[in-house]
């Protein structure tokens, strides 16, 4: 069974990368690159590099800067880079300064936005004067710094979800930059703080979107203000969708196509509508399900070995919560993170950016993490002092511990095999990116390869993670574990794991679809970030289920939880810290 297992999450794995690999490219036709230089700092960006069939020195082909926004890496402009490269255009898909795979400290040199479009001008198959820029959120930012600072190095922009006159990008006027598209969603969670408007719908009569349209009146969706052949051509567009969602969007990528095939030249002529990124998402959402069964098959192979075989146990009768008092346990349970989310993160802002924690939201992450943790063990000792204990449970009943003289060599076993096991997966990551140039992802959430800063960081972060799955997994094993089947054991687990972000989300964003605001206006940074928490705590559920039915324990699943998730959270965050 274990083998089957193996082989079927290789064949996804597989399968999963070639379509991936084959939108990207185009069927091979595109040549995409993983591409390094150095900045005039001496510091290496990164970037993927989409060089179309046709782009020589010869024949250079027109050229489009993308960029990212906060927290993100260069993958999330897939859907733009693959469009815009399938029309001809070479497309510099940026990893800002201090995400992904350019060096830290994240904010640094206009967010890398200059460098990089020195780069892409550099190139011989680029025709440097007929050059767009396009970039989503805070990468709007960074392309609007980088045409402040080469003026004639440019000739249209495009930000999505993004404003001028912020973190060093001018205000725009009727005629800077030159031929601007604003791509601003009807449900962004960010128009107040973009441009003044609280309310999203509200953006066209703000007064500083008029001004950088040069009108008195509300801006009109999809009309034309200005000129393309003087520069100084205006467009504004309001997909129905959220923030995150622009770079998921087949109308907001479809306006960024657009507005560059209008205001350059040299583009393969395709509708904005013939669009095909998405399947390059679902490849990527196949092959992070074959990653997760992948965990779940070796993991199987190795307690079949000598070696893990004293791991394997027999799961003693449940003396947890029963009736009611398990409902109220469970609800608790689902509960408590998610409404302490926003609350206890903020502490994290008290422990300064350093070599030893160099990521400000991981920082918060874990600030948020210890803190559930502690509050959840109390919780389960008070449940076990008045209950459990009155029950005859003890720690082996918890799966803490197996038995006496055993536990010691249980938990150093126990580590060595999530150590295994995470490495199985993240060799096929790096297999996947270096044979396919793809990652494991899906829309906000993505499993990436780290960098040596970010192997660092793994390294300051991980052992609080493990801490708080510990406490996670003794409460599910021995408070809210009931008998049962395997199947119905998991989905339980799962269940509990994320219905509590589900509930944060759906607070947050229903009256924003409403046409009103978040409900809590000042996190919206947060209300995104959530999103995460649910792959990230189904999967950990998925784990903890499989592997606590396996062992009996709470040891193995609590440190492939906690190896994990640092791995995906530092991986895909923001390192601040760049000394």
């Known amino acids: 069974m274990a083998k089957n297992a193996l082989l079927g999450a290789l064949a996804l794995i597989f399968v999963g990368d070639v379509l991936a690999w084959s939108v990207q490219t185009d069927l091979g036709a595109i040549d995409v690159q993983d ?21 020589t020195a010869e024949s250079p082909a027109p050229g489009v800067l993308a960029v990212h926004g906060y927290i993100n890496s260069r993958e999330t402009q897939d859907g733009f880079a693959i469009e815009l490269a399938r029309r001809g255009f070479v497309v510099l898909a940026l990893d800002q300064t201090g995400h992904g795979f350019s060096d830290p400290p994240a904010f640094r040199a ?13 190139l011989d198959f680029v025709d440097g004067d007929n050059v767009g820029l396009e970039g989503h959120s805070m990468g709007g930012w960074a392309v609007l710094i980088a045409a402040a600072g080469a003026p004639d190095d440019y000739r ?7 404003s001028t006159g912020s973190s060093g990008a001018p205000d725009a006027t009727d005629d800077w930059p030159r031929n601007l598209a604003v791509v601003f969603s009807k449900y962004d969670e960010f128009s107040g703080g973009m441009w003044g408007s609280p309310v999203a719908a509200d953006v066209p009569a703000s007064e500083k979107l008029r001004a950088a349209f040069g009108t008195d009146a509300p801006v009109e969706p999809g009309r034309i203000y200005g000129s393309v052949d003087d520069g100084t051509a205006r467009i504004f567009w309001q997909p129905p969708v959220t923030h995150p969602a622009d770079h998921f969007s087949t109308r907001a990528i479809g306006h960024a196509i657009e507005w560059l095939q209008t205001t350059l030249d040299g583009e393969r002529p395709l509708p904005a509508s013939d669009q095909v990124w998405y399947w390059k998402e679902v490849g990527n959402l196949i092959a992070l399900l074959g ?4 965990i779940l098959a070796v993991g199987d192979l190795l307690l079949d070995t000598p070696f893990f075989r004293p791991l394997v146990r027999e799961v003693p009768p449940s003396k947890g919560a029963t009736g009611a008092a398990w409902w109220g346990a469970a609800f608790l349970f689902a509960v408590l993170p998610a409404v302490t989310l926003f609350p206890f993160k903020d502490l994290g802002g008290s422990i300064p950016v350093s070599a030893l924690f160099p990521q400000a939201i991981t920082t918060h992450v874990m600030a948020w993490a210890v803190l559930v943790g502690v509050l959840s063990a109390v919780l389960f000792g008070v449940w076990h002092l008045r209950v459990g204990r009155r029950q005859g449970a003890t720690w082996r009943d918890y799966g803490v511990t197996v038995g006496k003289g055993q536990t010691a060599t249980h938990v150093a076993r126990s580590l060595l095999l999530a150590l ?6 993240y060799v096929s990551l790096l297999v996947s990116s270096a044979v396919f140039t793809v990652d494991y992802r899906f829309w906000v959430f993505a499993v ?10 793994w390294l300051s972060y991980v052992v609080p993670f493990v801490l708080f799955f ?4 003794v409460v599910l094993f021995g408070q809210l574990r009931r008998d049962g089947s395997a199947a119905t054991s998991t989905l339980r ?9 589900v509930g944060l989300i759906a607070f947050q964003y229903t009256p924003l679809f409403l046409g009103g605001t978040l409900a809590i206006p000042g996190e919206a940074l947060w209300s995104i970030i959530a999103f995460q928490f649910v792959p990230i705590m189904a999967i950990v559920g998925l784990v903890t289920a499989h592997f606590q039915r396996r062992t009996a324990s709470v040891w193995p699943a609590a440190f492939l939880s906690g190896f994990l998730v640092t791995w995906i959270v530092v991986a895909s965050q923001a390192t601040h810290y760049g000394g």
Not at 291 to 294: D, E, Q, R, T
Not at 420 to 425: F, K, T, Y
Not at 470 to 473: D, I, M, N, R
Not at 493 to 501: E, P, Q, R, Y
């Open 110 to 122: 206009g967010f890398g936005g200059p460098a990089g479009l020195s780069y892409l001008r550099s």
């Open 448 to 457: 990436k390869p780290m960098g040596a800063h970010h192997g660092r960081a």
């Open 156 to 162: 249209a922009v495009v930000i999505e979800g993004s």
């Open 470 to 473: 510990l406490v996670y997994g």
């Open 291 to 294: 990653m997760v069964l992948l």
């Open 420 to 425: 295994l096991v995470v490495g199985a997966a």
């Open 35 to 55: 591409v390094r230089w150095q900045d005039g700092d001496g510091k290496t960006l990164s970037a993927l590099l989409y060089v179309p069939p046709g782009a």
């Open 493 to 501: 687990t799962m269940a509990v794991s994320i219905l509590g972000f």
